[in-house]
């Protein structure tokens, strides 16, 4: 259970960060930084049994009949990534707090950034991929806002859409492999997937689901050719930048590599698509990295880089490949996130990241310049620094590998050449910025940021400095653990030292730093050769496909919508009577064996007037309110049907809607003319008597053949189950609050959308309200008729207990939290309408957007409170009580969902017929709180 509060106490920080506006900004980020703390110390507390080979797990049940549980699980990679996102979520934090201007939403962006936490968080502990694909996107959608951070420049809303464009695309295609994975395996489970192995790698749809899943890594971690939205997303905050390119967002994609190793790895195709990308990355974002100007753009490419070298590691065919593989994940987050937040701190005081101004700036800043650097050389791979020992790992890696067959030793060559380029790129950003001469036109003198802001680059500096010194007491433990989970077997043999030796991997590291600085120093020969290359600009390339892709979709739909109500229904039954009645053709009898119901003089009159209504409503359908009186009697035989046929849930129900839907349209009739001319042709009309008869005819007949012939219906199930499972007789409230909860949860959820759409649809929309009926009589002086408002007055009372009575009753006997909501809703809605909003308002002053909030709280909370119980989302508990004054009596937990359905229904039938209701009353002496 206690897993389950790292990714929660990861989305409370977002909701008390949105909270600390009013707050100061020491106190806005000690509050925000409490929830990764409590949730690391819970980390702290698990990591001893992880470290000792063991795995912790938690499972909720979410949907058992389709295998969907909230579940969880914590292993040596999974711990492994908890430590960079919560540690270095907690340094970025601190470095927002003094990085940000007072111009800027500091509880904006921490709100942002611990909803990325908690989809990252989500997304290594996940032990179901469904859960992870949508902690996945979830990644996506927050790294969107934290990119767009300042929406007001267009390079941030340019490159926050680029990045979810991209990923967006390829969380599909993860989509799509972790569907084909769960059919493959047969369960959705991860445990179950990565012990799969022979069952995935032998099934014909293998390919396809590999395919599909790197492209979700790919997209993800910013893979060539998926690569371009990376330096766009440089548009956001450097706090952003340092947490999202170095530990978490371009992370997730390796994450996933590595995670689903022990089942899709191992094969040739594997190591074809995964080394092969991993070497295109790694070169050339190496070499670009090398000719940007921007101090960002530089760490951006170079961040390509080292994705791709991980990638390539993991794309190698031998296991101590995958521990150099983790070992560089751990390296490059911290002197990467150092290095921006260096960059971050030189940009803060500069004004600018400009490489070609930015000179001489040892002597403004030394204490950051010294950090700077120290962390641009464990980049470089320099020794005695943490990126030396994985450099030197990946070299000697690189030696032992058949992946190109006869051609492989070309792997260790070009991974000799993509070190060099990263030498010679770290001492670009070394010389040209803290050395090379003066600054020139610097928007401002710099100097020394405020102590607080240098302290997490301090940190990570000297993580740096002891992992690359002591290496085995530092980080071995940690390494050992993930790269256990990872290659799920015994591990291989290796030793975390500093000095292996005299070897051809030290020699290949000294020729990478030899060629490096050699790249460096004769530098000019490469910008004029690249500056003689035609321009290539990924932006642009995006746009120009967007505007074709928006192009092509505009056509498609103008060709298919013409703005025509008569056309879209006419294509809709069309496909219905294609669809159903081509069938009844092939049909030998219509009627089956189950004989026919005798009519009776009840169902005749009813059925009559049913009909007659429905012909009367499309006979005056020009003049509004007859045909809205017209539908009213089809609403109500409709409710009388259910009432005849044994539905009392149903009827009332359907009375409830129906009083609420006419008073609706009642007041929508207000603002819209009261008859229509005609305007449809004879020859349209006889086409529309055409198609509505057929479809009368198709639709009756698959009637009469489904009710004359023998069905098994699941009722008998519900009726038998709903007292022993759901604690109540009552077996249409007991489906809907217990066996279909989650249907009736996403139904008022949808219901409150609707309402605060409709909201704010009407709060500004002009409309015009006419002062006379179609004929010209002026509407009646007295607005609020003396008998109207003393019935109404009188009636509320009764209403109210009407509603409390069918409320508590729900369970058992007809009725429930929807009609009890509808009845207190027409109730309230009797009352505006006999005294006015204003009058209303000065005795019922009500938010009902909080309302409708409420009510879903409730609701949602309702079914999570299962899960501390082990049961699944929603499952209704219930037993026997001896209240005083009132005797032995059930109780049911679904009495509490139900008064969240009661307080979303009440709330938006309110807002939606009262936000209709001020529009007729007199803006500037009526308005209405909602």
């Known amino acids: 259970m206690t897993l389950l509060w790292i990714p929660l106490l990861s989305l409370l920080g977002s909701v008390i960060s949105a909270c600390t506006g009013k707050l100061s900004r020491n106190q806005a980020t000690s509050l925000t930084a409490i929830a990764p703390l409590a949730a690391l110390a819970i980390t702290l507390y698990h990591a001893p049994a992880v470290l000792a080979g063991e795995t912790i797990r938690f499972s909720a049940q979410w949907i058992p009949a389709l295998g969907l549980d909230i579940s969880l699980r914590l292993d040596g ?101 972790l569907m084909l994975l769960g059919d493959i395996v047969g369960s959705y489970n991860l445990d179950t997937i990565l012990a799969s192995k022979a069952i995935i790698q032998s099934h014909d749809l293998y390919e396809l689901a590999l395919v599909l899943v790197l492209l979700g890594a790919f997209t993800k971690s910013a893979q060539f050719p998926f690569h371009f939205w990376l330096p766009h997303a440089m548009a956001a905050p450097t706090p952003v930048s340092a947490y999202l390119h170095s530990a978490t967002m371009v992370k997730a994609g390796i994450f996933l590599l590595a995670r689903f190793y022990p089942a899709l790895a191992g094969t040739d195709t594997w190591f074809l698509l995964v080394g092969l990308t991993g070497l295109t990355t790694l070169l050339f974002g190496a070499y670009i990295a090398l000719f940007k100007h921007d101090l960002k753009g530089l760490l951006a490419y170079s961040t390509i880089s080292h994705l791709g070298l991980i990638t390539l590691l993991l794309g190698l065919d031998t296991q101590l490949a995958t521990v150099a593989a983790i070992f560089h994940i751990i390296n490059h987050a911290t002197f990467k996130a150092s290095l921006f937040m260096a960059t971050g701190i030189i940009d803060h005081e500069t004004g600018t990241r400009d490489m070609r101004k930015l000179n001489g700036m040892w002597r403004y800043l030394p204490y950051t310049a010294t950090l700077a650097m120290v962390a641009a050389a464990a980049m470089a791979g320099v020794p005695l620094l943490n990126g030396f020992l994985s450099k030197e790992m990946f070299f000697a890696e690189t030696l032992n590998q058949q992946v190109l067959g006869s051609m492989s030793w070309l792997i260790p060559v070009l991974a000799t050449v993509a070190g060099a380029l990263s030498v010679a790129y770290s001492s670009r950003f070394i010389h040209d910025v803290f050395f090379n001469g003066e600054p020139i036109d610097l928007p401002r003198t710099p100097h020394e940021a405020p102590r607080y802001m240098r302290v997490p680059i301090e940190i990570l500096v000297v993580l740096c400095i002891l992992v690359g010194i002591f290496p085995h007491f530092v980080v071995d433990g940690i390494l050992s653990a993930a790269s256990l989970a990872v290659l799920g077997q015994a591990m291989p043999e290796y030793k975390l030292t500093i000095w292996h030796g005299f070897n051809l991997p030290l020699l290949m590291s000294g020729m990478a730093v030899i060629g490096g600085l050699f790249i460096y120093v004769n530098r000019k020969y490469l910008f004029q050769f690249q500056a003689s290359l035609p321009p290539f600009n990924a932006k642009k390339i995006f746009e120009r496909f967007l505007v074709v892709v928006v192009n092509w979709c505009q056509n498609k739909i103008q060709s298919t919508e013409n703005g025509s109500l008569q056309r879209y229904v006419f294509i809709m039954l069309g496909v219905v009577l294609l669809a159903s009645g081509w069938p009844l053709f092939e049909m030998k009898q219509l009627a089956g064996s189950v004989p ?8 005749a009159i009813g059925a009559g007037l049913l009909i007659i209504g429905a012909i009367a409503t499309v006979i005056w359908h020009r003049i509004r309110m007859v045909s809205l009186l017209m539908l009213s009697i089809v609403g109500l035989m409709v409710s009388v049907a259910f009432t005849r046929f044994s539905a009392p849930d149903l009827a009332l129900t359907q009375l409830t809607v129906e009083v609420a839907t006419i008073i609706l349209l009642m007041l929508a009739l207000f603002f819209l003319p009261q008859s229509t001319p005609r305007e449809s042709s004879s020859l349209r009309i006889l086409r529309d008597v055409v198609i509505s008869s057929t479809v009368g005819v198709i639709i009756a ?109 729900g369970h058992n006997l007809p009725g429930g939290g929807f009609i009890a909501g509808l009845v207190t809703s027409i109730a309230f809605i009797l009352q505006y309408m006999a005294h006015g909003t204003a009058w209303i308002n000065e005795r019922f002053d009500v938010n009902y957007r909080k309302i409708i909030a409420s009510g879903i709280a409730i609701a949602m909370f309702t079914g999570v409170g299962s899960w501390f119980f082990d049961k699944p989302f929603l499952t209704t508990w219930f037993d026997y009580f001896d209240i005083p004054f009132v005797g032995k009596t059930e109780l049911a937990s679904a009495i509490v969902f139900d008064l969240g359905v009661y307080l979303t229904v009440v709330g938006a039938t309110l807002m939606i017929l009262a936000s209709l209701g001020n529009m007729t009353a007199n803006a500037e002496k009526e308005e209405v709180n909602i």
């Open 77 to 177: 990679l999974s711990l492994l990534f908890l430590f960079m996102i919560l540690g270095i979520g907690l340094l970025v934090i601190l470095y927002a707090r003094y990085y940000l201007s007072q111009n800027d939403s500091l509880p904006k962006l921490f709100s942002y950034l611990m909803l990325f936490m908690t989809a990252m968080l989500g997304i290594v502990m996940s032990n179901n991929v469904i859960q992870l694909w949508v902690f996945w996107e979830l990644t996506s959608i927050s790294s969107f806002l934290l990119i767009s951070y300042w929406w007001h420049k267009s390079e941030a809303r340019k490159g926050a859409r680029m990045a979810l464009a991209v990923t967006g695309a390829g969380g599909l295609a993860l989509l799509g492999g």
């Open 701 to 809: 007949s698959i009637c009469y053949a489904l009710l004359t012939r023998p069905l098994n219906s699941i009722s008998e199930f519900f009726v038998a189950n709903a007292k022993t499972g759901g604690g109540g007789t009552n077996v249409v409230n007991v489906i809907l609050v217990d066996f279909r909860g989650f249907d009736t949860l996403g139904e008022i959820t949808v219901l409150g959308i609707a309402a605060l759409g409709i909201f704010k649809l009407l709060s500004r929309i002009p409309l015009y309200m006419p002062a006379s009926d179609s004929e010209g009589r002026p509407w009646s002086k007295d607005r609020h008729p003396i008998l109207l408002a003393c019935i109404s007055q009188s009636l509320l009372p009764l209403a109210l207990l009407v509603s409390a009575y069918i409320f508590l009753r």
């Open 596 to 603: 026919n119901t005798p009519v009776d003089i009840q169902n």
